[in-house]
């Protein structure tokens, strides 16, 4: 009976850590002291890659990914015009961009990759935005996107 109930919480405890979403195994989110060197490496690689992006709200200059950076459909999408026009939007809307808060780090076990979860912090109050940004198994940025901030991952 013991071993039952034992396997049993074993169980729920495994099954309350991952999730899935649009048919991708999501595993919890990690905070910023249970990341290992490798995931902190990512995690700062990803900071420093989504504040140069976020910086163009700023300074309207955007230095384009490299091919160590990112993969080439991010590097396709991110082209200097497209990533001007957001900044200037998001510079009028919620004003100077200030820095980056990392929140968590999701694990994609379905294609390996790392999800990291950044709170924008811009000068206007009302600005509420997330930075999400994927990185690969290459240490690449395989996606990156804005969306309004939640506290729950979706």
């Not at 790392?114 to 000068?123: G, T, V």
Request: proline share 1%.
């Amino acid at each position: 009976m013991k071993k039952c109930i034992l396997i049993s919480c074993l169980l729920l405890i495994i099954g309350c850590k991952t999730k899935q979403i649009n048919g991708k195994t999501i595993e919890k989110g990690i905070g910023a002291s249970e990341l290992n060197s490798v995931e902190k490496m990512q995690k700062d690689k990803a900071y420093e890659l989504g504040k140069r992006l976020l910086m163009t709200c700023n300074t309207s200059k955007f230095k384009p990914f490299t091919k160590s950076e990112a993969t080439d459909r991010v590097i396709a999408n991110s082209s200097e015009k497209n990533i001007k026009e957001i900044g200037v939007k998001y510079g009028l809307k919620y004003g100077d961009f200030k820095d980056l808060e990392f929140i968590e780090m999701m694990v994609n076990k379905t294609d390996a990759t790392n999800i990291y979860r950044f709170k924008a912090h811009f000068d206007y109050a009302k600005a509420n935005k997330e930075l999400r940004v994927t990185m690969n198994s290459e240490n690449k940025i395989s996606a990156i996107t804005t969306k309004n901030w939640k506290d729950e991952f979706n």
